[in-house]
């Protein structure tokens, strides 16, 4: 019996088992590695913050998935991979031996900010962050209407474009808090969303000023402190409550694997999303680069582009077939919602705004959260 592991839930490998699991040979034995049953698809992340969505809207319920598509489903995170000895090690201790490995684990929080574990927040892990901000809610619940509040969100990003958006979204729309809260989006750059076009960076600029969001440029947060942040330069604003939205990176254990990684510590891979230096282990999402793309774009766009030819690709590498190619586009979409009812969408330097944007991507999600099981 060969074993196909799967570490990582994250969306490609929940959409393999969903559509693909019945293309496997059937001496395979498949087994998911995930930290834990319920992972959310990050795409509704704002929707979910914004109050639009509910838990289990927009969470992939891992157990049910994996009864459905006779898969094994083993909870832990990798603490080390062996591709040479075709294993894997938990944080239990336990280890797990492979045949194919594919890696879809994303991406954990960036280089840390002093203070943000004591005063702060990131969504990075979101299972750790959800918690975190239902208590925030309840603190601004509990203010009085002569006791206003900051809230600020560190990126300029999208991440934290949408995640301000969102909260202000909520804010506004929760009739509990009486107290008004002012949101801050704080980044160290110049301009917002610096890898777009300025038309997108203009029209996302024009949104945070019609939605009241104060934007601090060039505030490069170097410690977070009770009740508020501070750079380098002792430069400081008031904060009651910060959430980090920087980027993410791959955990250690990448780094220590022996794949090839690019220059950002992503897992360089082929056009068939197989490690170039051992082709019995597949990568994809956010921890990969394909050879030739220049972004990743859209994470959801990814996942369902990735998806197909990743289930295509590891069938016929178990049956010695020749593999199908994932063609990176030249341009690739992004989307950004503003979590309320309207949306901007980018491809390469096209800009297009309005509500169709927003309507046009939570159908794409309903559609995507159906592809699985519910409990």
């Known amino acids: 019996m060969r074993t196909l592991l799967l570490a990582g839930g994250g969306l490609t490998h929940a959409l393999y088992l969903a559509n693909a699991r019945r293309l496997l040979p059937g001496d395979v034995r498949v087994v998911l590695v995930s930290p834990e049953r319920f992972v959310p698809y990050s795409s509704m992340l704002p929707g979910l913050i914004a109050g639009h969505y509910r838990f289990r809207d927009c969470h992939i319920d891992l157990g049910q998935l994996c009864r459905a598509t006779d898969t094994e489903l083993t909870f832990g995170r990798i603490e080390r991979l062996d591709p040479e000895q075709r294993e894997i090690q938990l944080d239990s201790g336990e280890t797990l031996a492979f045949d194919l490995l594919s890696l879809n684990t994303g991406l954990q929080p960036g280089v840390p900010i002093p203070g943000l574990e004591e005063h702060g927040m990131s969504i990075r892990p979101i299972s750790r962050f959800l918690p975190q901000w239902q208590e925030t809610l309840e603190r601004l619940r509990g203010r009085e209407r002569n006791d206003p509040a900051h809230l600020g969100v560190i990126g300029g990003n999208v991440d934290g474009v949408e995640v301000a958006l969102a909260i202000r979204e909520r804010v506004k729309r929760d009739e509990l808090i009486k107290a008004p809260v002012t949101v801050h989006l704080i980044h160290a750059g110049g301009k917002l969303l610096p890898e777009f076009p300025l038309a997108a960076q203009l029209r996302t600029a024009q949104l945070l000023q019609q939605h009241e969001i104060r934007e601090h440029p060039l505030f490069q947060v170097n410690r977070i402190e009770a009740h508020r942040i501070q750079t380098e330069r002792h430069q400081h604003l008031p904060m009651d409550e910060v959430v980090s939205c920087v980027s993410g990176r791959p955990g250690p254990w990448v780094k220590d694997s022996g794949l090839t990684l690019n220059d950002r510590g992503l897992i360089q891979v082929n056009p068939h999303l197989q490690s170039v230096n051992y082709p019995w282990v597949f990568a994809a999402g956010a921890l990969a680069s394909v050879t030739g793309a220049a972004s990743n774009g859209c994470a959801a766009t990814l996942a369902l582009r990735q998806a197909p030819v990743l289930a295509a690709n590891l069938a016929r590498t178990l049956t010695q077939e020749s593999m199908r190619s994932f063609k990176p586009h030249a341009r690739v979409l992004s989307l950004i919602t503003t979590s309320n009812l309207y949306g901007l969408a980018r491809y390469g ?27």
């Open 349 to 375: 330097n096209w800009v297009w705004g309005g509500k169709w944007v927003e309507r046009w991507r939570r159908r794409r999600d309903q559609k995507v959260m159906a592809s699985f099981p519910r409990a």
